[in-house]
């Protein structure tokens, strides 16, 4: 039941002896704290509740993996584009970090396997220069070297090793144990006969040959260290000694020394990979 205020307002004016009915239909037109409101009582709760979604719903929300996915990463990354990623980098500062190969796209840098395999290649091309030398070292001392004999030795050297670069061909006569030299050999110190000019030629091949192209050394800390390759033209790289991973550092080299500057703190020995550069 439901009486209006200004019913029961009139029933409680002064000199007024509300009656028992009326103090009953008082009491029932309000809603009592022990007894719950009716929902169909409670003015556009239907129209509010329009706005609200339903448990079921909810619930799917929650157990779907996709629900944010245009605004938030999945755990996975999943969803990031190479835009996302770039712009995530940019972010990090860590745009220029290094990477190796992997299945999807090439790294950046070589692997501890690649730079292994590249310093035992380079030591199988001079172990073939080594046996080739030698050969070269029994020609030369023949005393009837033929002029074709000593192109084929030019020959090989000019391919093998570019930075021979005073080596030129020889033309001219042979006559028993002499050679005419038609070109100007000073950096030979003019050699009168061929076997002068072959001895000066051993002479400098086995220099050649003597001159190391690659060094490792290790290290702890920053530091400076005599250059064994005597020149300033080198690739330096520091890895990890134990993991193989590429380390930052600073480094400087001139011909008499290489300085290494370890900029952050490490936890192993790293090992320096010199190469020279022809």
Known sequence: MNTPLDTIFSWFETGDFPTEAQFKDTFLSFHHKDYPIPLENIEGFEDISQSFASAEAFQAHLADSRAHSRYLAFLNAGNLTS??????????????????????????????????????????????????????????????LSLNQLQEIVDFIKKNREDIEALEAVSGETREDRVKLLLNYEWLSNPKNQQ????????KVL?????????I????ESTTFPNSLETENVIIQARDSITGKKINVDDSATNQNIEIKILNSIENPLNILILKVK
Request: hydrophobic fraction near 30%; avoid cysteine; charge should be negative.
């Open 83 to 144: 835009t996302h990623i770039n712009s995530w980098k940019n972010k990090l500062g860590i745009s220029n970090v290094g990477t190796i190969d992997s299945s999807n796209e090439p790294g950046n840098v070589y692997t501890k396997t690649q730079v292994n395999g590249l310093v035992n290649e380079l030591k199988d091309v001079d172990k073939d220069l080594t046996l080739e030398i030698t050969k070269i070292k029994e020609l030369l001392s023949s005393n009837d």
């Open 196 to 203: 002068e000019f072959n001895q000066k030629i051993y002479d």
């Open 207 to 215: 220099l050649i040959s003597e001159t190391p192209t690659s060094a």
């Open 217 to 220: 050394v290790q290290i702890t």
